[in-house]
């Protein structure tokens, strides 16, 4: 059974701080790696994707993978109340097109 | 900007109707997938399709089909509702081609009652 884990938080975060999220995934087989963020009610909104070990940054988001540990994560550098959201990490070998999901961490920013 | 439309935001519905959920991409997409999300299970995937007519069974099928006749829409179809699949339910597409993301709509919110 390939698995995708998450802790389910609530992660609370100073406004201004770095929120750490993190994910680990069993499938050793796995190639690409997604973030997405979602709002309470709405649908998943895809923020980074990383494919090759080391960190990938967009903004105020680093993604960052270590394939030989089977971890990935992410970090929100200079954290808004905006920020505030269910992360969700999704990860696929790519030999065919469905995401295993983990079940999300909810993050709260505290101004 | 990949666009994918979900026929509603919001749908009640009573236990025993048919009901069809939409589902339309606007980037010729090949693949398509359908999710049911309830919280504290994340979300499952129940049908996917990569080509016209084409569907798989994701991992709860039971209850529900699909249907594949245009590449841009794809339906789900709930044969006989019940109380247990009131949900938000999410569609999404997938271009082909290895390492793409999957894109959602804006999901739609079912009560059964």
């Known amino acids: 059974q390939k698995e995708v884990e998450q802790n389910s938080g609530p992660l609370s975060v100073p406004e201004g701080a770095i929120a750490s999220l993190n994910c680990t995934y069993s499938d050793r087989g796995s190639q690409s790696f997604f973030w997405y963020r979602q709002y309470s009610g709405k649908s998943p909104e895809l923020i980074m994707s990383i494919y090759s070990n080391g960190d990938k940054e967009d903004g105020r988001f680093t993604a960052q993978l270590n394939k030989a540990s089977q971890y990935v994560s992410l970090l929100i550098r200079d954290s808004q109340p905006s ?3 269910t992360y969700l990490c999704a990860v696929s070998e790519d030999s065919n097109y469905q995401l295993i999901w983990g079940a999300g961490t909810k993050l709260i920013i505290k101004p | 900007d990949v666009k994918v439309t979900q026929s509603s935001r919001y749908l009640v519905k009573r236990t025993g109707e048919k009901v069809f959920l939409e589902c339309v991409q606007d980037m010729d997409h090949e693949n398509m997938f359908w999710y049911r999300q309830d919280p504290g299970l994340g979300l499952r995937l129940i049908y996917f399709s990569y080509d016209v007519k084409m569907k798989e069974k994701g991992d709860i099928p039971e209850g529900y089909s699909v249907s594949r006749e245009k590449k841009e829409r794809f339906s789900l179809i709930l ?6 699949q009131t949900s938000m339910y999410l569609c999404a597409s997938l271009e082909a081609g290895s390492g793409q993301p999957q894109h959602f709509g804006d999901g739609t919110r ?3 009652l």
Not at chain 2, 79 to 84: I, L, P, Q, R
Request: aromatic share 0%; charged share 15%; no cysteine.
């Open chain 2, 110 to 112: 079912l009560s059964i």
């Open chain 1, 83 to 85: 920020d505030s959201a």
């Open chain 2, 79 to 84: 044969e006989s509702a019940s109380t247990n």
